[in-house]
């Protein structure tokens, strides 16, 4: 009788400690220690409310410790803190669960990946919910591992790999939903995002973004002899759970240059999508490049804020699109609120008042190939920008980069690349990035900081009034959030494609990002 | 015409082996005629090829190069989509030269389709092209090298070579091991480049930047020029090494080494005022700029 109420005791004591119940990650700002989710909080600021390390005592950061990835390669993770454990991903969806305090592995889980797999090999990262790590791997499977063992618990087939599906994104957790979305746009396949029961793995709903057939929504804006085909779901999205409403961005359609057998504006494609987790309806859909032939994919993050607009309050979100613009749409509605360029761009005379691109006639691919701008990837891509409700500004990290775009034949093969073309980017020193701060709720130019190339990593802000960030040159910097005034600097001898995120134990301040080989951990003295 | 044509007897008969031999000749011959023309030109069904992909590529690869290349066709997409890299007429330029008989990375055609298809190195294919494209450009390209083996050069290449020393290009380009590092190496430039970017280079140097020569440097221009100013008004004047957003390293005329923080630096102009390199333009008569750029076209290596 007492060895089992102490055995109750026990366990209710662990058991509490390492649950990251759906509840603790709706309040996560509150308790910055954690960083419980892909983007910090559901509204994906990437912002931290500690504040240890400041304007003034920055310049003293210096490596706490380092991890060094099993496998050599691209990696994108952003880590996952959860109650002194971190967790990381590395090729194919492998994850690694370290010691927060020290950077010792605690386990490591290793998913099935042959060489013969088709698609990207990096992975962004992990969701928690509850006493489980769930992570998608680039053979398209979701796997639900124990979070104190790294067991797996399930693992289902999201899709078939042979067809051109691979994961690359952090799922997302919701109550009783782990959202994910998959990639493979570029490979000829018809992009959905899935729902799946975190106790059993059991899909619970499929939502495709191309429409099947003549039947479906969205049927109407695809007519020719194409295939249709595009709307990866390769970038976690935000949740509001006061509306109840899950926001993931959509990838472009396929060919990606060469649009002649896909005339129409190609929906659900290059969109942000307003989804009911119950049951994977669209509540509604704003498209920021209709019928898309630059590769310009809405897989950018969607950042959820509020704001005081003449005299109203209003729900907001904002996203810094591949095609060069920002928008602010009305999150309830998706009604468009305001749109303005961040970087240089040479095919749109700007947006309609609905916040559709008027298109210069002349932007299109050819076969002699057309200099447009931005080029591809180069404005903003999938690493993350940041949102600090102090100052009210949004930054992102973003290219000035242009490129040659040329128009091809067409050669559908399963699970090939579905080009239809190709680009040339402007290279060497005609092109390079910065730091952009602007005003989140109009885009207007606050200030910026100037990065030698264009970058490929995102940033953090945090309530020390500092702004994170990784260049391709290899710098892992913090910024002035108010200036931009450059305050600390460390060289990490890689390009930095991944996000930074900031976490603390026993009371200690601690600031993270990946750059190739490693996880570089950096706190103060 | 009646298989009792054919026999030797002349006489009709239900048995006889000859129609048998015949008939089994004649539906081999189909059977094998249709499976070769499978193989050689595909079957297509709309977007989709029934065959394997790779089975039915490797075979078809020689059979329409046979028949099929074009090497006219090959000459417009060379022209479209490699010569800005390559030359027209594929003389070299940021990318090697391609007109020489003998190419070293693509020494067979299935290493130059290789390149063709999934790029080599820093480069990278300009767009997705189909088989027969890449037939017609291997075509084209092969027929680069042949027309180039006998097109005579202009220029001695010994006054070239007296030229060369005379200058003192020496105390910033190292040949066969001889010379200072200050500028690229130009062991191989004779391999890399053509007579039409040697003569930008040599009268033009700062608008004929370098490329492939510097590993360190990804994704910046090569041997930029630059002029710093220190704090204390110390003027500099070097071809950029390497940068990042906080720091630049360069070399100066006098192959000096200089390592700065940006922050410690009042002034950075990047891209001038002009190359190291002087500009030979007006220096050299054309025969003397002819005989230089033989001696440069000869070095494709430790001789």
């Known amino acids: 009788m007492i060895l089992r109420v102490l055995a109750v005791l026990v366990l209710s004591a662990v058991s509490a400690e390492a649950q990251i119940p759906y509840e603790r990650i709706v309040d996560a700002a509150a308790a910055p220690g954690d960083w419980l989710t892909y983007s910090g909080t559901y509204a994906s600021h990437r912002f931290s409310s500690l504040n240890q390390v400041d304007k003034r005592t920055v310049a003293q950061l210096r490596p706490a410790w380092i991890y060094q990835f099993q496998s050599v390669g691209i990696i994108e993770t952003s880590p996952i803190v959860a109650d002194g454990l ?65 067991v797996v618990r399930w693992d289902v087939v999201v899709e078939d790999n042979r067809r051109g599906y691979h994961i690359t994104g952090a799922p997302l957790a919701l109550e009783g939903r782990i959202i994910v979305g998959v990639a493979g746009g570029d490979h000829g396949t018809r992009g959905f995002l899935d729902a799946y029961d975190p106790k059993t793995g059991k899909r619970v709903w499929r939502l495709y973004t191309v429409p099947a057939g003549s039947g479906e929504p969205g049927a109407e804006t695809w007519s020719g002899p194409g295939r249709k085909i595009g709307g990866a779901t390769w970038v976690t999205g935000s949740f509001d759970p006061g509306l109840n409403l899950l926001y993931w961005g959509t990838g472009n359609p396929g060919p990606l240059w060469n649009g002649d057998e896909r005339p129409g504006d190609n929906l659900y494609t290059c969109s942000l999508l307003a989804i009911d987790p119950k049951d994977g309806s669209i509540r509604w859909h704003f498209q920021y490049t209709p019928h898309d032939v630059h590769d310009w994919d809405s897989n950018q993050v969607p950042v959820l804020f509020d704001a005081t607009l003449d005299g109203r309050a209003r ?15 009305d999150r309830e509605n998706g009604a468009f609120v305001a749109g303005a360029p961040f970087v240089k761009q040479t095919w749109a005379d700007g947006l309609d008042v609905k916040g559709r691109p008027i298109l210069r006639p002349d932007a299109a691919p050819t076969k002699e190939g057309t200099l447009v701008f931005p080029g591809v990837g180069a404005a903003a891509d999938w690493w993350s920008p940041t949102y600090s409700p102090q100052t009210e500004l949004f930054y992102l990290a973003a290219g000035e980069r242009g490129a040659t775009y040329y128009k091809g034949e067409v050669d559908y093969r399963t699970a090939n690349l579905y ?15 910065a730091v952009r701060a602007l005003e989140a709720t109009t885009g207007k130019l606050k200030w910026e900081f100037r990065l030698t190339r ?7 802000s945090t309530a020390g009034g500092l702004v994170f960030g990784g260049t391709t040159e290899g710098n892992f910097f913090a910024l002035d959030a108010d200036t ?10 890689a390009p930095i494609k991944a996000n930074p995120m900031s976490f603390a134990v026993d009371g200690k301040q601690y600031v993270a990002i990946a750059a190739r080989l490693g996880l570089f951990v950096f706190a103060l003295p | 015409m009646a298989f009792s044509d054919f026999c030797p007897k002349r006489r009709r008969c239900d048995s006889c082996s000859m129609k048998r031999k015949l008939t089994l000749i004649l539906l081999t011959s189909l059977v094998l005629t249709f499976a070769a023309m499978l193989f050689a030109f595909g079957v297509g069904v709309g977007h989709y090829e029934i065959f394997p992909y790779s089975l039915i590529e490797s075979v078809r690869h020689s059979v329409y190069l046979a028949i099929r290349a074009d090497a006219t066709e090959g000459k417009a997409l060379f022209d479209n989509d490699c010569a800005r890299c390559h030359g027209i007429d594929g003389s070299g330029g940021e990318g090697p030269r391609l007109d020489k008989p003998a190419l070293s990375r693509a020494a067979d055609d299935d290493a130059l389709r290789s390149i063709i298809r999934d790029g080599i190195g820093v480069m ?15 075509a084209y390209v092969r027929a680069l090298g042949r027309s180039a083996a006998s097109a005579p050069v202009a220029g001695n290449v010994e006054e070239g070579r007296a030229l060369y020393d005379g200058l003192g290009c020496a105390s910033c380009h190292i040949v066969n091991g001889v010379g200072e590092g200050v500028g690229p190496e130009l062991t191989h430039v004779g391999a890399m480049r053509g007579r039409e970017y040697l003569h930008e280079a040599l009268t033009n140097p700062t608008a004929a930047l370098p490329r492939g020569t510097l590993e360190v440097a990804e994704g910046l221009s090569e041997f930029l020029p630059v002029r710093v100013t220190t704090l204390d008004g110390r003027e500099i004047r070097g071809a950029r090494i390497n940068e990042d957003t906080f720091t630049i390293q360069l070399r100066d005329a006098d192959n000096q080494y200089y390592s700065f923080r940006k922050s410690d630096l009042r002034a950075l102009e990047k891209g001038g005022p002009t190359s190291l390199m002087p500009s030979w333009e007006g220096r050299l008569t054309d025969a003397q700029m002819d005989d230089l750029i033989a001696y440069l076209l000869s070095l494709n290596g430790r001789s």
């Open chain 1, 315 to 329: 729900k907001l979100v904002a996203l810094a699109n591949r095609n060069g613009f920002y928008y602010v749409l």
């Open chain 1, 86 to 150: 971190m967790f990381v991903t590395e090729l194919n969806g492998r994850v690694a669960a370290l010691d927060a305090r020290t950077g010792r592995a605690v386990w490591t889980y290793s998913p099935y990946a042959p060489a013969s797999l088709i698609g990207f090999r990096f992975n962004r990262g992990v969701a928690v919910l509850d006493d489980t790590v769930f992570v998608g791997t680039t053979a398209a499977h979701l796997v639900a591992l124990d979070a104190k063992s790294g």
């Open chain 1, 454 to 460: 264009p970058p490929v990593g995102g940033l953090l």
């Open chain 2, 124 to 138: 990278r294919p300009v767009r997705q092209t189909t088989t027969a494209e890449q037939n017609n450009l291997i």
């Open chain 1, 419 to 433: 080009l239809g073309g190709g680009y040339r980017s402007v290279d060497n020193d005609d092109s390079w990035g």
């Open chain 1, 484 to 493: 931009g005034k450059p305050l600390w600097d460390f060289q990490l001898g």
